[in-house]
């Protein structure tokens, strides 16, 4: 009986250990690996740990290396999820980095027993998935596997390729040993010459030709016979310094110069733009006085009104903002539009309007010589505008080699039109709240809101742009001056012209022009600020502006070809602020429709001067 039973005992032992126990490893090692909290990492630790006997020793089934035996990582080399989630395998195969390794390398892995054992699970388990997955899904996942693999090689390495045998070959070529074998020097021109007519204009591999690769191929043999002859690598790291430093050299006068042709084009006005206001002049002095008059001239001063204030030479970024305002407004009777400009448009600006109409729209053109109250002895910044040394500051021939000063050499600087927007007070007497707006917006809604906003005390309201680091005060001001560090703030939050709802009641209450003339006044030798508006707009309303929320006016679309579409859509006003004006060709083209469709040309002028879409 007690041999019965040790028999029995026996048998089961066997059993577990035979059949049991390698069902019950397989299950929780195949679990494992669908288990995300489990990592592989863990499964071969324990492998390794396995114990015999009561033997807790380690398993060395791989062959430990030394330190300094250590080998360079060989086959697929996985990316860290991939180590701690088997399922997340194929999705984050696009992480992996493919290593070219000789078969020699590759074949201890191979015979590795663990290496075996986890390919064979992995064969297992993408069967598994083969069988749970419908065809179509099979399929779609073996292409997307595919097409992550096509894309982990850069698209334009072969170009890449191509440039750097170019520039060895370059190197090579004026080398003295090379030099001195006229016919390899002639074999290596002809390559050159081959390989860069191949390159072309190419930035991807598939603008490359079909000789492409056969002129490759002829060059790393080219480049084999010049190594083989060459065997100073002092002299060719020496000769790709020099080379090093000469493209520098030239990368820092082609900058010049971009920024120099950028600044030029920017500023210089279309042949287009310039005849239009030739040809508007010359027909509204053909009109008799009766003709030359707006209607609704009574609505001028009436503060229950919403008034726009325009200060503009440009006729057609004028009618953009004037049609694109009106456009938007429920009751268009109740708006009026002042638009000042000087005295070579001033014809031409209210020849188009009166051509142009825009409905019930009140539309006032002056022109800035008749205010005759602004004059240099009123005005510091007119003086100051006049006189000899900014006029050589801003046009003197010697400063042009200067990029960090291409920006101060503009006309605008000097224009008192750019900085009327300071005398709103003196400019419209009689009325209590003024909108400003810069000739290159484009207005998306109902600006009416804001003639009803509460302020706080303030006279500006306005789009703070403290988003971004240059747009604070120390970008502005110079703060190495006592005066500007004394009294403001470097990182205070800067805010932008464009659209500003100004209250002219406060304006005049707290005599905001008065300290506008004090600082430009202190200012007259350049030390506190450079150039333009925005500095001493800066200073004259600090602690005196009213943040606007930032949909109320949305900026960059002249020189930022990545603002937020959808804050675009949502803005009251676009801006297109900096040097890629709409009207210019160097404009962004996906920016330019926002304004062109505010455009009328089907207008005789325009046809007339050749301006078209």
Request: charged fraction near 25%; glycine fraction near 4%; charge should be positive.
């Amino acid at each position: 009986m007690k041999m019965k039973v040790k028999v029995k005992y026996i048998v089961l032992n066997l059993l577990w250990v035979s059949v049991f126990s390698p069902i019950f490893i397989y299950t929780y090692v195949v679990g494992t690996f669908f288990d995300p909290s489990f990592s592989r990492l863990d499964f071969l630790d324990d492998v390794a740990a396995f114990t015999l006997s009561g033997d807790t020793s380690h398993l060395h089934v791989v062959p430990l290396e030394t330190s300094t035996a250590l080998k360079k990582p060989v086959g697929v080399v996985y990316s860290d999820h991939s180590a701690n989630s088997f399922p997340n395998e194929m999705t984050e195969h696009k992480s992996t980095r493919v290593l070219s390794a000789a078969s020699e390398e590759r074949q201890p892995l191979l015979n590795n027993p663990i290496t075996r054992a986890y390919e064979s699970q992995l064969l297992a388990i993408r069967l598994e998935e083969q069988h749970t997955l419908p065809p179509g899904k099979i399929e779609q996942k073996e292409h997307s596997v595919n097409k992550s693999d096509q894309m982990t090689e850069a698209a334009d390495a072969q170009v890449r390729r191509l440039k750097d045998l170019l520039i060895r070959a370059k190197v090579y070529i004026s080398l003295p040993a090379i030099k001195s074998n006229s016919r390899l020097t002639r074999e290596l021109r002809l390559r050159i010459k081959e390989l860069s007519r191949a390159i072309g204009d190419a930035a991807k591999d598939t603008d490359l030709p079909k000789s492409a690769f056969e002129k490759l191929k002829a060059m790393e043999q080219s480049l084999e016979k010049g190594k083989q002859i060459q065997d100073n690598c002092g002299a060719s790291i020496k000769r790709l310094r020099a080379m090093l430093h000469s493209t520098e050299d030239q990368l820092r006068v082609h900058k010049k110069k971009t920024t120099f042709l950028a600044q030029l084009t920017a500023k210089t006005l279309p042949k287009g733009l310039h005849c239009l206001p030739l040809r508007l002049t010359t027909e509204y002095y053909t009109l008799n006085s009766s003709q030359q008059n707006f209607l609704d001239e009574d609505k001028l001063e009436d503060p229950r009104l919403y008034h726009y204030a325009l200060f503009s030479d440009n006729i057609l970024a004028a009618a953009v903002v004037v049609n694109s305002t009106i456009s938007h407004v429920k009751h268009p009777s109740k708006h009026v539009f002042h638009i000042v400009t000087d005295r070579l448009n001033y014809a031409a600006m209210r020849m188009w309007f009166l051509c142009n109409s825009p409905g019930k729209v009140t539309i006032q053109v002056q022109n800035i010589e008749e205010f005759t109250w602004l004059n240099s002895s009123y005005s510091p910044v007119l003086k100051q505008l006049g006189s000899p040394s900014i006029r050589d500051y801003y046009f003197r021939a010697r400063r042009s080699n200067s990029v960090s000063n291409l920006k101060y050499r503009n006309p605008k600087y000097l224009s008192i039109l750019n900085h009327l927007r300071f005398y709103l007070p003196e400019i419209f007497p009689k009325l209590n709240k003024v909108l400003f707006l810069d000739d290159d917006v484009v207005v998306q809604k109902d600006l009416s809101d804001l003639w009803s906003l509460d302020l706080k005390g303030n006279v500006n309201g306005a789009v703070e742009t403290c988003g971004e680091s240059f747009h604070r005060f120390d970008r502005y001001l110079n703060f190495s001056h006592p005066l500007i560090s004394k009294n403001f703030d470097p990182h205070a939050c800067g805010w932008a012209y464009g659209m500003n709802i100004f209250d002219l009641v406060e304006w005049r209450r707290q005599n905001i022009t008065e300290v506008y003339h004090r600082w430009q006044k202190l200012n007259h030798d350049r030390q506190l600020w450079k150039l333009g508006t925005l500095p001493p707009g800066l200073i004259t309303f600090w602690k005196r502006i009213h943040p606007l929320n930032r949909s109320w006016h949305v900026l960059g679309l002249g020189y930022n070809p990545n603002v937020n579409q959808r804050e675009i859509e949502r803005a009251a006003v676009i801006h297109y602020n900096g040097n890629l004006k709409p009207w210019l060709e160097i404009g962004i083209p996906k920016y330019r429709n926002y304004w062109a469709k505010y455009v009328d040309y089907d207008s005789v002028y325009l046809r007339d001067c050749n301006i078209n879409p």
